[in-house]
């Protein structure tokens, strides 16, 4: 079978190749999945790069690329049940191939009506509905989202506005080809086009000096400490990314007066496996976003064979991309 693989650690456009491999036999507890289409994530780059904490590190050499990534069960290994011909999607290794052995605990079995490019991104989907729901803002609350043309930024705005949340998206530049008022944002603000205003100005201007209940930020640095100075009292921030190297600054006395809550959150299957109790979620969240109107943009999508011209583009896009992300379409 082919599969983009690494025999090294380093830049992801320098040490992945496509090659034949064999195909993985399924072990005890385990399931053979043949795969249909898997994200590009920047995450992806940082297990190339051996940057992540265990127990996600690559056994070289030959470690298969990819980190998740939508299937069909077509083997079980002894142990395990699910049935053969299910859809699934994987958080797991091995992924940017044409099969993938995954333990049976880590996979998400999914309606077989989900649509399959939306499934492929669910990781981002689940990330979304959780920095939501973590905010605890509520219908006709004001909640801050940065990077508002990344994905997790573009689904989080859609899934508030179905609360009725109030959002405003905060961007580098308009984006080109993607109108943020129709994907959720009621404002947004360009931050290459502030007109001489501060960020704190323009957000205490459109929310008629109300100020945020919410924060859900993904850049830190200065943005996000201009962010915090317009927060009411006991807003929520959270805190899922850090495109911005620059430290921010937030004063203690600001902070207690304010009653402010600042929480990280990062992916919930990053360490721990999916467990049943989150199926209600996960059927909520392929309901939600089955509706044609919700928007999970793809900015290319690239057969194994054209890996580097899809990591190229992914890796060297600037952070934020306006276009969504890549996805290998397997099969």
Request: hydrophobic share 40%.
């Amino acid at each position: 079978m082919k599969a983009i693989v690494f025999d090294k650690l380093g830049l992801p456009t320098e040490v992945l190749q496509l090659r034949e491999v064999s195909k993985p036999e399924p072990g005890a507890g385990e399931v053979l999945i043949k795969m249909l289409n898997a994200p590009i994530n920047p995450g992806d780059f940082l297990y190339i790069q051996n940057l992540y904490p265990e127990p996600k590190k690559p056994v070289l050499p030959g470690q298969v690329a990819g980190n998740s990534g939508t299937g069909i069960v077509v083997g079980n290994g002894p142990g395990s049940k699910i049935a053969e011909g299910t859809l699934v999607v994987a958080y797991y290794f091995n992924t940017w191939a044409e099969y993938a052995v995954i333990p049976e605990k880590w996979l998400i079995p999914l309606p077989s009506d989900a649509p399959l490019e939306k499934a492929g991104q669910l990781m981002s989907l689940i990330s979304a509905y959780d920095v939501v729901a973590a905010s605890k803002t509520k219908k006709g609350d004001w909640l801050a989202v940065t990077a508002g043309n990344s994905i997790v930024s573009i689904a989080a705005m859609q899934m508030a506005r179905r609360r009725g949340i109030r959002v405003i998206a905060l961007v580098r530049k308009q984006p080109v080809g993607l109108d943020l008022r129709q994907l959720g944002a009621e404002e947004v603000i360009d931050l290459s086009d502030l007109g001489g205003d501060t960020v704190e100005q323009r957000v205490r201007a459109l929310t008629a000096g109300a100020g945020l209940n919410g924060i859900i930020d993904s850049v830190g640095g200065p943005l996000l400490e201009s962010l915090l100075h317009c927060t009411q009292p006991f807003a929520k921030v959270i805190i899922y990314g850090n495109m911005d190297e620059r430290s921010f600054k937030a004063h203690n006395i600001e902070i207690l007066m304010k009653g402010l809550i600042i929480e990280a959150y990062i992916y919930r299957h990053f360490f721990t496996p999916p467990v049943p109790e989150e199926k209600e979620m996960i059927r909520e969240i392929v309901d939600m976003t089955k509706d044609p109107s919700f928007i999970v943009p793809v900015s290319g999508r690239y057969r194994l064979d054209e890996h580097q011209t899809a990591i190229q583009k992914s890796f060297y896009s600037t952070a934020g991309s306006t276009t969504g992300k890549g996805l290998f379409i397997i099969a």
